[in-house]
């Protein structure tokens, strides 16, 4: 049977790192998703300052479902490439020892065809990647949104066992015109981390607009079930940038998935 295991996105409740804690404890969440390019930084990560940080999480009884780490560009660009890939190898590492194993972020554009420089350059650069994550321990979590799943699971499908794993997002999913449960039935087996985050899609305009969840076009019986055949067992981490009361709203997500 699926456990629904809860968490929130701090980053979401747009309050300082500290206080964002203690109101996801709060709010009665199991874990928390850290961004470690504006809540923290790698590079400035000292080991006093990652157990002073797991002290904190530990006490309030909260564990790191995820590290997420946006980057400006994908890794099928080569403009700063390297300091890119290398940033990356960075936040896999200090997720590990945060005790979190994915590192969340968009990995680009796949192209429609799995030849040519583009895709070689991907799959070389997130082979190297994947090398990496199986020494430190994190894996690096595909951010789905309105692109192809199928593109997804057949880059996943070209690289080296392990290399790769998914982010769920339906709610990016059905705002980008997706099916949210196929592309869970499709990606199941390599999801790491979920977003439960919630959207639908504005025809008239052409555009996803994000809704509270459990309001907008995601089946979440369905995509629960569709992930339960997999075996998933990972988090289902609320994600709402654009909630008007961040702290009510999220609150009311986590009431939504303890319904289930």
Request: charged letters at 25%.
């Amino acid at each position: 049977m699926l456990r629904i295991r809860v968490g929130v996105q701090l980053a979401s409740l747009r309050r300082p790192l500290k206080q964002a804690l203690h109101t996801a404890a709060e709010l009665g969440a199991e874990a928390v998703e850290i961004d470690a390019r504006n809540e923290l930084r790698p590079q400035e990560m000292t080991r006093t300052a990652v157990r002073h940080l797991r002290k904190m999480t530990n006490d309030l009884g909260l564990r790191v479902s995820a590290v997420s780490f946006r980057t400006r560009r994908g890794y099928e660009t080569l403009e700063e490439l390297d300091r890119r890939v290398e940033a990356t190898r960075q936040a896999m590492s200090l997720a590990w020892e945060l005790g979190a194993t994915a590192v969340v972020n968009r990995i680009g554009d796949v192209p429609e065809k799995p030849e040519g420089p583009q895709w070689e350059l991907l799959v070389q650069v997130l082979a190297d990647l994947g090398r990496h994550g199986q020494r430190v321990g994190a894996t690096l979590a595909a951010d789905t949104g309105g692109e192809d799943p199928q593109r997804l699971a057949a880059l996943i499908a070209a690289l080296p066992v392990g290399s790769l794993g998914v982010n769920l997002n339906p709610g990016n999913l059905v705002a980008g015109g997706r099916s949210a449960t196929e592309a869970a039935a499709l990606l199941g087996p390599h999801t790491l981390h979920v977003h439960a985050k919630d959207g639908t899609r504005d025809v008239a305009q052409g555009r996803g607009v994000e809704t509270p969840l459990g309001r907008g076009s995601v089946d979440w019986p369905a995509v629960f079930g569709a992930l339960e055949e997999h075996d998933y067992r990972g988090y289902f981490t609320i994600e709402r940038p654009e909630a008007a009361d961040p702290v009510k709203e999220i609150g009311q997500a986590v009431q939504f998935l303890r319904s289930f």
